[in-house]
């Protein structure tokens, strides 16, 4: 890559889309290892999308459900929404569609007990859906892409804002919010 004004003009030169969302993701270095919902928006969002697509691409769904991320799910869907990630969002409410009264808990615990018992049924329906919306984060990636383009102000206002009234940086959690065991442990 070559000499960029901004780390905005860097993310939207990466042409990969995984490389993109990561990119994105880490826009605003001192917000490594705060929860993406506790960062100020837009950048929470940024995180949070990037957070569901690397996941999903490199575990599957099943991945960001397991993690303390997942408990951001109704968070995240809205951000699918807002990005116009229409494929993404319908992919995640068929998700949470598998969940008891259609909605996933944040409790980690209980998200990993209905996920455990998905994974035990076959033919697995997360694996279903995921098949059925393999372009899902193709078009995440493309759409965030766009709304970046779109909403660029917004988002260096906001990197300006962090920079000048920067919350001390916190130290990454050593231990997971749930007693539940991760398959990815």
């Known amino acids: 890559m070559g000499d960029f004004s901004s780390p905005i003009d860097a993310a939207l030169a990466v042409r990969h889309p995984i490389d993109f969302m990561l990119a994105v993701a880490a826009l605003d270095e001192r917000y490594a290892g705060e929860p993406f919902p506790d960062r100020p928006d837009p950048l929470g969002m940024l995180g949070g999308l990037g957070v ?4 999903v ?3 599957g769904i099943e991945k960001f459900l397991a993690e303390p991320e997942g408990a951001a799910f ?9 990005v116009g990630a229409e494929e993404t969002a319908d992919f995640l409410r068929e ?3 598998l969940y008891p009264d259609g909605e996933v808990p944040t ?3 209980e998200r990993y007990v209905v996920l455990e018992e998905l994974q035990s049924v076959r033919p697995r329906p997360l ?9 899902a984060m193709d078009e995440l990636a493309d759409r ?3 709304w970046l383009r779109a909403h660029r102000a917004e988002v260096e206002r906001a990197l300006e804002a962090e920079s000048r009234d920067a919350p001390p940086r916190r130290p990454k959690p050593t ?3 749930s007693t539940a065991p991760s398959p990815f442990s």
């Open 52 to 55: 569901l697509h690397s996941h």
């Open 57 to 59: 691409e490199a575990y």
């Open 74 to 82: 109704d968070q995240t869907l809205a951000w699918c929404e807002r």
């Open 95 to 97: 998700v949470a569609a």
């Open 107 to 109: 409790d980690d615990g």
């Open 127 to 135: 694996r279903q859906l995921a098949r059925r919306y393999a372009g």
């Open 144 to 146: 965030m892409r766009d």
């Open 175 to 177: 231990s997971r919010t």
